[in-house]
């Protein structure tokens, strides 16, 4: 118990700083892209599971044009995202509007993140204790994701890799590991990875 509420603490303060102070300028930032590049809504709302397998809409700035395909994965040159999008996804700024998931109580800043709820029953099939993931409330950001496991998982490999790391995350979570992986986090946004 004393674990979740120095996590729980520790969301609330990040996500409410994040929100009052950057998401207000970063909206205005993503909205002047779309106007330029695909007009249309500034959020894209998409079903991720979460915590015990419930279902939520997480919140990203929209980087595709509006389109008929929710559920397919981005791939390299992908003719769906608009220049600005393609700025806002290298960036990771795409995933702001997440802190706002994370103030509602829906997500944490920093655990597995969260995946398209029928990519969970594909991605189940191919490892055995898949479903130990949701033990905990997805992240914005996570080990899996610092350690390079960002974008498309297209091969079963990429897969259980991505979901090993999210185990290990939680068989050893502590505060510090947190910070750890925020830190990391701000770097490659600093410096975007080629992934």
Known sequence: PMNRVIKRTGDLLISGLVTITVLPALCVFAKT???LHSPGPLFYKQKRTG????VFEVLKFRTMHVNDTPGKQAVVGDSRI???GAFLRKSSLDEMPQFWNVLMGQMSVVGPRPHFV????QFADLVDDYWVRHFT???ITGLAQVKG???????PMKVRHR???????LRHW??????????????QVVFPPRS
Do not use: W
């Open 33 to 35: 892209l779309q106007l």
């Open 51 to 54: 915590r015990d397998g419930e």
């Open 82 to 84: 608009y220049p600005g």
């Open 118 to 121: 029928d990519h969970d029953h």
């Open 137 to 139: 409330k997805p992240g």
């Open 149 to 155: 496991c960002r974008g498309e998982t297209d091969t």
């Open 163 to 169: 979901v090993r790391l999210d185990h290990f995350y």
């Open 174 to 187: 502590s505060p510090l590991m947190d910070v750890c992986i925020l830190c990391d986090t701000a770097l």
